[in-house]
């Protein structure tokens, strides 16, 4: 159990253009999803918090306008990298919530923006 | 504020010997502590983690660690390295599940 998947697993895009990122979780309900980036080699940098039914509550730094999360339902969260460039390329990884104490990651999304 | 630190951020080991990675912890209030491995182009795994019960914490693929209070440390420890051991480890701290702080990572290499 606690399986969580995004989709796609890799995207190529131009610059300037928006990719979306999907987050499932997809044998429990989420209320609260994560985002993360990972640049190569480093560790896992908390972008927002995504809650079901509101606003996603962004880390400082972090551009809202930029990074658009929706948490539409229990089970789906996305993420909208709007007018991408070739900075914004990382490995993009969702996590849930399952139980009160431990998140549950995506496989991750590597973004390359050409 | 949480935080933790790894040290070491390259482990090398040979096959059947002991793996050991370490990380220190610092915590305001009682702490959960998480270790997770990465696969090279994957996301993360829970291989375990403490949340206030028993000190030792067995996890998947023979880990464990060990949360010792008083040198705020939360080993992982597997006797024997298995050439299927090597990835990217890294310990995480929250104070009640909802914020993760990660620490930067430990590659760990297994010779064989």
């Known amino acids: 159990g606690a399986v969580v998947s995004q989709h796609p697993s890799w995207v190529i895009c131009k610059s300037g253009t928006s990719v979306k990122i999907e987050c499932r979780s997809l044998d429990f309900q989420a209320t609260t999803m994560f985002w993360y980036r990972q640049f190569p080699k480093q560790s896992l940098m908390l972008m927002a918090t995504s809650n079901e039914g509101s606003k996603a509550t962004y880390e400082q730094g972090v551009e809202k306008d930029k990074f658009l999360i929706n948490h539409a339902s229990l089970t789906l969260s996305t993420l909208t990298v709007t007018s991408a460039h070739p900075e914004d390329s990382s490995f993009y990884i969702c996590?849930?919530?399952?139980?009160?104490?431990?998140?549950?990651f995506g496989p991750g999304t590597r973004l390359t923006v050409l | 504020a949480q935080s933790v630190t790894q040290l070491g951020s390259h482990v090398s080991v040979s096959e059947g010997a002991l793996v050991l990675l370490r990380c220190n912890y610092s915590s305001s209030v009682p702490p959960y502590l998480f270790w997770y491995v990465q696969y090279p182009n994957q996301g993360l795994q829970l291989l375990l983690k403490y949340t206030s019960a028993a000190t030792l914490v067995k996890g998947i693929n023979g880990f464990e660690a060990e949360f010792k209070k008083s040198e705020t440390s939360f080993h992982l420890t597997k006797p024997s390295a298995h050439m299927s051991d090597a990835a990217e480890y890294f310990c995480?701290?929250?104070?009640?599940?909802?914020?993760?702080?990660f620490g930067t990572g430990t590659s760990l290499t297994v010779i064989p």
């Open positions: 996590s849930a919530h399952r139980d009160t104490d431990t998140q549950y």
């Open positions: 995480a701290v929250s104070d009640s599940g909802n914020q993760f702080y």
